[in-house]
Structures are given as C-alpha cells and as structure tokens.
T-cell receptor, first 113, second 113 residues
Framework: GENVEQHPSTLSVQEGDSAVIKCTYS??????FPWYKQELGKRPQLIID?????GEKKDQRIAVTLNKTAKHFSLHITETQPEDSAVYFC????????????FGSGTQLTVLP | DTAVSQTPKYLVTQMGNDKSIKCEQN?????MYWYKQDSKKFLKIMFS???????INETVPNRFSPKSPDKAHLNLHINSLELGDSAVYFC????????????FGPGTRLLVL
C-alpha cells in the first residue's frame, strides 16, 4: 500500500517568514494530494490540494508543489501569521482497490510573534 | 449548517463495554469514512464506505464495525472496548470513493478506563 513520509515533525518560524513542509509518497499511481490543517482540539480542515496533472497550485499565501518523478510534494506558506500555528498533514490518494487517503505523520508549525 | 456532524463529542467508558458513535453528513456525498487519531496525532483510515462497497483497513480489529442506515449516515460500533481504543475518532465524507476532497466531522474523543 501507500506510504507517506512527512518532514519536519516540528517547525518554528518567526512571524512574517516562510514555512515549508515536505512529503514523499511511495505509490506512483497516487494522483491526488491534499493538505490539511488541524488546530488544537479541532477537526482537520482541507487548505489546499493538487492533482497529479498539475505541478503547482497557489491560494493566496499558500502554495503546493508536486514532483511526480521524485514522488514528493511540498506545502509553502509565505508571510506566516500566528494563526497559521497548527498541525499540518499531507496525504496521498491511492488508485485501484486502495482508493483511500494515506496521511503523513503531521508537522507542528509554530509561528512566533 | 454543519456539513459533517458526530455524536457524542466525548465518550468515557469502561473496558469491555460496547459503544456506538454516530455520524451524519448533509453534503449529499456518496462516500463516508472513519479515521482514528491516536495520542501522537497520527491519522489512520479505518473504513471507507459507499452504497457499493466497504473497504476495511486490514489492521482494524473486527470489534469495530461500520453501519450505514442510509448514505447520509455512517455509525461506528465498537464491541468489547480495550484501553488501546482510546483515541479521537473522526468521520469524514467525500463526493465519491477516491474522488476529491474529504470533509471531516468534529471528532469523538473516546476514553476507555
């Protein structure tokens, strides 16, 4: 089955700086890669996603890049704000009978004021 | 209106008991899921279910069983609860199996004593 690795596990940045979180996946047939933000005690919420036919996608301060050849994708947050502090999860959607999301282990992002 | 809802929000029970968690979605989605999030925040798929098929993660004990009275509801029944079942359980839904974004419920915090 699919295996998703996520790094780093914790990340602290100063307010206004950029943050980058990286994920690798194992199943070359995976074709959908969402990112979720989970604030303390809350549900995971989708913040951005990308499909395998696209290399990059942006939404205001958030961007995701995908390298299918290397089987890795990254989340980029620019101009970070304290409210960006949360746990971020990447995920990959497999194909065939394994059409389930496999999540990375999460990154605790702390934005220091 | 809440898109995906779960009840109860908190559940404290004794080992050996049987309990159920209810989930409802009003998004008109065809597929629903159950996830388990452990104390280390790791999110793991337990079940995917639509009106055509049930996909069970092979690591889920058969004490756990999903039951769907209709496509807007997917309940989780747990028999003979064990200490290791303590976790947060999230319900989610998506348009179809393996298609697009998944939307999560608020979670049920289960504590087995």
């Amino acid at each position: 089955g699919e295996n998703v690795e996520q790094h780093p596990s914790t990340l602290s940045v100063q307010e206004g700086d950029s943050a980058v979180i990286k994920c690798t996946y194992s199943d070359s047939a995976s074709n959908y890669f969402p990112w979720y933000k989970q604030e303390l005690g809350k549900r995971p919420q989708l913040i951005i996603d990308i499909r395998s036919n696209v290399g990059e996608k942006k939404d205001q301060r958030i961007a995701v890049t995908l390298n299918k050849t290397a089987k890795h994708f990254s989340l980029h947050i620019t101009e970070t704000q304290p409210e960006d502090s949360a746990v971020y999860f990447c995920a990959a959607l497999g194909e065939g009978s394994a059409r389930q999301l496999t999540f990375g282990s999460g990154t605790q992002l702390t934005v220091l004021p | 209106d809440t898109a995906v809802s779960q009840t109860p929000k908190y559940l404290v029970t004794q080992m050996g008991n049987d309990k159920s968690i209810k989930c409802e979605q009003n998004l008109g989605h065809d597929t629903m899921y159950w996830y388990k999030q452990d104390s280390k925040k790791f999110l793991k798929i337990m079940f995917s279910y639509n009106n055509k098929e049930l996909i069970i993660n092979e690591t889920v004990p058969n004490r756990f069983s999903p039951k769907s009275p209709d496509k807007a509801h997917l309940n989780l029944h747990i028999n003979s609860l064990e200490l290791g079942d303590s976790a947060v359980y999230f319900c989610a839904s998506s348009q179809d199996l393996g298609v697009g974004a998944q939307y999560f419920g608020p979670g049920t915090r289960l504590l087995v004593l």
